[in-house]
């Protein structure tokens, strides 16, 4: 099982619609976009869980196509790495 990042995603997109996309390469296991607490809008991120043959085919297909006026970033989740801090 591998997890994508999705990111560049426009504040209105659902889950819905996310699940609809990545299930054309296969199997979604489960999917999470990141919303903001007092709109309820996407923040312009996610996650996808799928198996990896299926999450490689994702990223093929999917990295840097154009959804709802924005292109699409597409890749393996990087874990966040202790101590590293944001400025």
């Known amino acids: 099982m591998k997890k994508l990042f999705i990111g560049n ?3 209105t997109t659902s889950e819905e619609e996310l699940q609809k996309l990545f299930s054309a390469f296969g199997t979604v296991r489960s999917s999470k976009l990141v919303t903001d607490v007092f709109s309820g809008q996407c923040k312009g991120f996610g996650f996808v869980e799928m198996e990896g043959h299926e999450a490689r085919a994702a990223i093929a297909g999917l990295n840097g196509k154009d959804f709802n006026g924005r292109p699409m970033k597409v890749n393996y989740e ?10």
Do not use: D, F, T
């Open 9 to 11: 995603l426009p504040p």
């Open 78 to 87: 990087e874990p966040r790495v202790a101590g590293r801090r944001r400025r």
